[in-house]
């Protein structure tokens, strides 16, 4: 770990460089409170210099003038150096957002390599189309790079996030500027630094690191960019679409918040996998994910069998350092969401739900952000807990007897990222996935799927969709071009 070193600076047209102010800020480590480096604190002034340097890249072509085949390798060797340097880059996320470095390097850094890689192998696979038009005219449906595309990303999955939008925006030729987390910046730079060594012309992706109202409400206004694309929560992504209206109406994509059901039927053809998916997909990455699975719905007859389960596994998810090879709950992101976590906790008893297990900050003297898996039973829909998106490690149990009072609680919510339906029999299955208004429903697995499919939610979850072959239509533009062919012949 001592041998890590930290560059804080941005990367803006291939250089490492400082704000403009000299502002800087500094980087602080969840696992022990300790200071891991200086960041620059960008403003308005950067990210015009980051605008700037993109807008050239892409005029000039430099990189959107390629042929695909040639942006692919270069794709490829990008993904290629994030495995060359994948112990560091894990280590690197662990130490600046807390999550246990065994899935840093198995979860993160793959999923990361493997989104960039995946983008580069299909941009020269991917054709344009013709239209169906009579003899007299050939109508072609071609798609362009939108141009610059911003991008700003959350703190809990910082590469991952930085991918699925990167990647296939950087695959069809635009340029980027993307904002990081000021909770997490630091693998973003170094995926700057690598995509420079594998060949990304300078000015083509750039990273300009400081905080949402500084940097990324600048990058959202700013006129000389054509789209921005925002992971976040869903009161900031509200505002990116107002900063795209305001301005110069930019493609605006947001990818925001969940309240995810778990629904758990007695027919449930595998009750360990269900437990197991349960518990273990709520307290992943200490329950900071969009789509964690946060309300739980177990069907009345099967729930006691199905807690005691649960509990039973809960013990081996207790929080300890993340940089040890063996742990699998690491540190919250930071003080602020520890204690908003903590809050949740306090409101799920105060409401009246009955605490199973957990409900404690742990690990103080630490000084790092620790707190138990937590789980509470006889949760109310009208429950702040059950409707309110928590991002930490806190399970809320609801139980249900009836097939359409189940999808209507279920439903019930601002929300619809991802849902989970537990069930052998088919027809249930596929009723209950239709009726539900979620853009992902797994069935009788939670999370198993990969970036062959999109990602992205209905209702207050957000606007388009990432991972797939649908991410190109969010970075690029359709144009037709209608020819008359007055045939000789
Ligand atoms: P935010 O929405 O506040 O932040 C996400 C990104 O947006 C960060 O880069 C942040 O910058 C930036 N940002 C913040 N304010 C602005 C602004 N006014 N204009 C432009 N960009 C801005 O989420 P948080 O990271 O604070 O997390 C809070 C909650 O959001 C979580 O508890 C969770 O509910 C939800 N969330 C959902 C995620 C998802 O994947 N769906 C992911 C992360 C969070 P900075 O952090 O540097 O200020």
Redesign the pocket.
Known sequence: MSQLQFDGRAVIGGQRVAALSGATFQSISPVDGRVLTEVAQCGAADIDRAVGAARAAFDDKRWRGLPPAQRKRIMVKFADLLLENADALALTETLDMGKPVKYARAVDVNSAANCIRWYGEAVDKVYDEIAPTADTALALITREPVGVVGV?????YPMIMAAWKIAPALAVGNSVVL?????SPLTALRLADLALEAGIPDGVFNVVPG???EA??PL?LHMDVDCIAF???T??GK??HVMAGQSNLKRAWT????KSPNIVFADCPNLDRAVEAAVGSIFFNQGES?NAPSRLYVQDSIKEKFLEKALALVPAYAPANPTLPDTVMGALVDTL?MN?VLRYIESGKAEGAKLLAGGEQVLQSTGGCYVQPTVFDGVRGDMTIARE?I?GPVLSVLSFNDTAEVVRMANASVYGLQAGVWTSDLNKAHGVARALRAGTVHVNQYDEDDITVPFGGYKQSGVGRDKSLHAFDKYTETKTTWIRIDSPV
């Open positions: 700003v990303v959350p703190w809990n904002k990081p987390s000021e909770k905080f949402g109202p990324g409400s959202a992971t976040g929560s009161r900031v505002q990116i990818e925001l918040g969940g969009c969401q908003t998106e991002f």
